[in-house]
């Protein structure tokens, strides 16, 4: 049975009883949700305020009340259509938001985002979003909290998975790519969570944040104006505390940036009770008061707490918020409403009780995905694998199918999943035994002796070591960035035993490696791949794919070093080995162990002929640079040749460099490709404190290469 939103409405019609509103061809938007605004009363326009968990027992009554303007979590398709039937018989009809946590996937799971970024191929993460948002829409899910925008610098917080790592070009660039294949498939986006989340200090989620001013607008804001002029349909508030001040009741944040400056005209959410939180961050004294400091701060909806549902009609009737900030906050929520085409959507059908198992399209797209982020860290030429060796796969992680997908597996079911050692036995080519060693947990040494003899029966061992689907995420901040419980001794053991190791690495951030990482015939950076994940690692090990992926984020050596972003300022005392007062420190290199945009391939490159054809820029200018770029290995491959600028002197301390463009291009053995990049000047600026955008004239180096610590490619100038 299919009913549709407009059949609902040719009924209401039938009765006399339309509304401007039902008739989308009659007027423009911004008449339609003034035309329902007009007829709704303060508690219906504070019912579409009030985002809330589904349960099967929710009460029809405050849908039909139309108490609810939008629900999370109900994911069958049978439970959404009686959710925005009940809905839909309120007084107004107006159907609810249905939303979920859609991040990299709903049944078919894609690489984690910060996986796909290092494809440094945004319209892979676009079809990955746009797959994603499909197999969501078909159940009736219409609104997803993506992307996440949150820039991060330190891989203790467990969400750095979940977004674009530490260079804001790439939040740009992703967080675009993302909210336009989720718009592509029909779903409403969430900017998440504006903003500063990432900076939660010591990396442990929820705590507060410190960002001085031009860092905020250079490069924590720039990923959520990029999808907000891509057309996000709302933006969630932060949980943290924010220069002294909870996101979610901050004016200056949620209406001077987002409104005033950028004209931003979707809707605000909370996040998860951070309105209920008001009060444990001890800025509210009372619900009431919680309620009052978040919509007037310019939240427009609030999610889970039930704070605007139960208070604001009192607030507004005591004359402490005017009742044109609720009228204002309903329209926003219904101008989206209005604009995704809620109104006119069908309804989902409901003999479908699940979604659809992922069909070869689909895996064939989560397999290239997985392939293309996967980043070769190390390769000291035992990979690509020849055909026949004995592998003794090993590790806590060789055979999960569920722990290859990562958090936010939204409707994953482990038995789609093809774990490591399926995906090698699926394609061949030698013989894979198994012996487990330890649990991903390895809190004892118990099974390792059995694993030493395995490695020794083998001609390679090929261990699949890292984090399970908990230990990174929300609530996944780690004080130590090592292999979890004992899988580093355990590595130890396997390396010890002589035999070639190739690690993979299962996790949603830089793991420390320590000196082993020297004795490793390889390590390949899977991240969290998703479901194909163990036929794209077979792929990438055997060579029928070649590793192309770079880090979205420097990896550190130690957890000391956290964070080194590559593109920090310079200091006063730049690194001199030969002086002990430059910046150092006593314990540790002053350099990560792999730089940011760094990865490795199956064959050798080199870049010549750079030029910069035009050297005088003026502020209307474009910077180009141009190079050759040599496959001058034996197999194919793809590289990333990378554009860094740096700014000799401003007004003030400019990054080291910053990346400025990139070109991605496959390029056959002993052949060249000529890349061309090109930068806008107005790209080379940056932010004063009170957010005022400047480019400044003066002396720029450009860097260019394929990784950040890419080399001096030439210097220009840019005119007064
Ligand atoms: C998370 C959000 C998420 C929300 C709804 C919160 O705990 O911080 O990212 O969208 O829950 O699931």
Redesign the pocket.
């Given at each position: 049975m299919l009913r549709t939103h407009a059949l609902a409405a040719a009924a209401l019609l039938a009765s006399g009883a339309v509304s401007s509103y039902a008739d989308s061809a009659a007027s423009s938007l911004e008449a339609r949700v003034e035309g329902l605004l007009g007829r709704m009363t303060l508690e219906d326009k504070i019912g579409q305020l009030n985002l809330v968990p589904f349960s099967p027992t929710f009460s029809r009554a405050e849908l039909e009340n139309g108490r609810v303007g939008a629900m999370?979590a109900v994911t069958k398709p049978h439970e959404i259509v009686e959710m925005q039937s009940a809905a839909r018989r309120a007084r107004h009809g107006i159907p609810l938001l249905i939303g979920l946590?859609v991040l990299h996937g709903l049944r078919t799971i894609f690489p984690v985002p910060i996986a796909e970024v290092a494809s440094f191929d945004p319209e892979l993460a676009k079809e990955t979003a746009r797959h994603a948002g499909r197999e969501a829409a078909a159940i009736g899910i219409n609104w997803t909290?993506a992307p996440m925008a949150d820039l991060a610098r330190d891989p203790r917080w467990g969400r750095m998975n979940e977004g674009f790592g530490e260079d804001p070009l790439l939040g740009r660039i992703f967080t675009r790519a993302r909210v336009d294949g989720f718009h592509e498939a029909g779903l409403a986006t969430t900017l998440?969570?504006f903003a500063g989340y990432g900076s939660a200090l010591g990396g442990r989620d929820y705590d507060m944040g410190t960002i001085a001013p031009g860092d905020l607008f250079d490069s924590y804001l720039p990923p959520f104006k990029a999808g907000i002029e891509a057309g996000s349909d709302s933006v969630?508030s932060a949980?943290l505390s924010l220069n002294g001040i909870p996101v979610s009741a901050n004016p200056a944040m949620l209406t001077g940036i987002l409104r005033d400056r950028w004209r931003y005209d979707g809707f605000v959410v909370s996040?998860?009770n951070s309105v209920g939180e008001l009060l444990e961050h001890g800025v509210a004294k009372d619900p009431a008061e919680a309620a009052r400091k978040a919509l007037l701060a310019g939240v427009d909806m609030d999610?889970y707490s039930g704070f605007y549902a139960a208070h604001l009609s009192d607030e507004v009737k005591a004359g402490r918020v005017p009742e044109a900030a609720v009228t204002e906050a309903a329209r926003r929520v219904l101008r989206s409403k209005l604009r995704m085409g809620l109104f006119e959507r069908p309804d989902p059908d409901t003999s479908r009780v699940d979604p659809a198992p992922p069909g070869p399209e689909a895996r064939e797209l989560a397999r290239r995905a997985a392939r293309d982020s996967a980043v070769l860290l190390r390769n000291d030429g035992v990979l690509p694998l020849p055909p026949g060796k004995r592998v003794a796969v090993i590790g806590g992680l060789g055979q999960s199918q569920r722990d290859l997908v990562g958090p936010h597996a939204a409707m994953f079911r482990a038995e789609d999943g093809v774990s490591v050692l399926e995906g090698l036995r699926r394609r061949g080519g030698g013989t894979f035994s198994y012996v487990q060693g330890c649990d991903v947990f390895c809190e004892s040494d118990a099974g390792f002796a059995a694993a030493e003899q395995a490695a020794r029966e083998a001609d390679l061992v090929l261990a699949v070591l890292g984090e399970t689907n908990e230990m990174s995420g929300?609530a996944a901040s780690r004080a130590r960035l090592t292999l979890p419980g004992r899988q580093g001794e355990f590595l130890d053991r396997l390396v010890a035993t002589g035999k070639p190791v190739v690690l993979v690495i299962i996790a949603g951030r830089p793991i420390e490696l320590g000196p082993v990482i020297n004795r490793l015939g390889a390590a390949l950076m899977a991240w969290f791949p998703g479901t194909e994940g163990g036929n794209a690692i077979a792929d990438l090990l055997f060579g029928d794919a070649d590793p192309a992926g770079k880090l979205p984020v420097s990896w550190p050596r130690t957890v000391g070093q956290v964070p080194i972003p590559y593109d920090l300022p310079p200091t006063g005392r730049p690194h001199d080995p030969s002086n002990h007062y430059t910046y150092r420190y006593a314990d540790e290199a002053i350099t990560p162990l792999f730089p940011f945009g760094f990865g490795k391939t199956y064959t050798e490159w080199a870049l010549s002929d750079v030029e910069l054809p035009k050297r005088r820029l003026s502020r209307e200018g474009r910077l180009e640079v141009g190079a050759t770029l040599r496959n001058i290995g034996s197999r194919p491959g793809r590289q990333v040749v990378q554009l860094y600028v740096r700014q000799l002197h401003a007004s003030r301390s400019r990054p080291g460099r910053q990346l400025k463009a990139f070109e991605k291009v496959a390029v056959a053995p002993g052949e060249a490709r000529k890349v061309a990049l090109r930068v806008p000047v107005s790209e080379l600026g940056f932010h004063l404190d009170d957010g005022t955008y400047v480019v400044e004239p003066g002396r720029y180096q450009v860097f260019l290469g394929t990784a950040s610590d890419a080399q001096l490619a030439g210097e220009f100038e840019v005119l007064p």
């Open positions: 999370l946590d909290f998440k969570h969630m949980f996040d998860w999610m929300e």
